[in-house]
T-cell receptor, first 114, second 112 residues
Framework: EAGVVQSPRYKIIEKKQPVAFWCNPI?????LYWYLQNLGQGPELLIR????????DSQLPKDRFSAERLKGVDSTLKIQPAELGDSAVYLC????????????FGEGSRLTVL | DAKTTQPNSMESNEEEPVHLPCNHS???????IHWYRQLPSQGPEYVIH???SNVNNRMASLAIAEDRKSSTLILHRATLRDAAVYYC?????????????FGGGTRLMVKP
């Protein structure tokens, strides 16, 4: 079974440029997460989807970040315009909603903003 | 959210057991205790979870205190591949069960 797939793995951009990250969750997983991870810190939740509905986006900086999950499957996270402080790893995870199911993470997309 | 407290780092020798502690004094009755680990340059991966009883799987064992205010992840024989950051997380089994909040975790270093 394929795991959570993220692309690109690495992205280097100039500040003020836009960037987008894509995530393909495990088939059948209805819950999808985007986390941000700064160096040496634990992942921080940006947004959580239940199917196509964003149910928790309180930590998403909405002035520059946006996300969508069309048809409740793939998801895209966009930053426009990127700032230096956005340099981090962006992790996608998915879950089959159940009483004690485990999260499956992708390998992450490492963003460097110059 | 109920929070967890873990040491920032621990060291172990290869092939020796490792006990990684986690305090969660504000745990509620419906919170499961989950452990994840993150190897370098990878996303976190699930290790084990439990509610009240001790649990064993092929990766590790989880010992849960009787009052559930603390737990210990046990790696029976540490290998160099176990060097990672280990996260202890509480997960509500109720309506908020899909909320998982990560702390800073414990960085485990394994010496040959």
């Amino acid at each position: 079974e394929a795991g959570v797939v993220q692309s690109p793995r690495y992205k280097i951009i100039e500040k003020k440029q836009p960037v987008a990250f894509w995530c393909n969750p495990i088939s059948g997983h209805n819950t999808l997460y985007w986390y941000l991870q700064n160096l040496g810190q634990g992942p921080e939740l940006l947004i959580r989807y239940e199917n196509e509905e964003a149910v928790d986006d309180s930590q998403l900086p909405k002035d520059r970040f946006s996300a969508e999950r069309l048809k409740g499957v793939d998801s895209t996270l966009k930053i426009q315009p990127a700032e230096l402080g956005d340099s981090a790893v962006y992790l996608c995870a998915s879950l089959w909603t159940g009483r004690a199911g485990e999260l499956f993470f992708g390998e992450g997309s490492r963003l460097t903003v110059l | 959210d109920a929070k967890t407290t873990q040491p920032n780092s621990m060291e172990s020798n290869e092939e020796e057991p490792v006990h990684l502690p986690c305090n969660h004094s504000t745990i509620s009755g419906t919170d499961y205790i989950h452990w994840y680990r993150q190897l370098p340059s990878q996303g976190p991966e699930y290790v084990i979870h439990g509610l009240t009883s001790n649990v064993n799987n092929r990766m590790a064992s989880l010992a849960i205190a009787e009052d559930r205010k603390s737990s210990t992840l046990i790696l029976h024989r540490a290998t160099l591949r176990d060097a990672a950051v280990y996260y202890c997380i509480l997960r509500d089994a109720g309506n908020a069960g899909n909320m998982l909040t990560f702390g800073g975790g414990t960085r485990l270093m394994v010496k040959p």
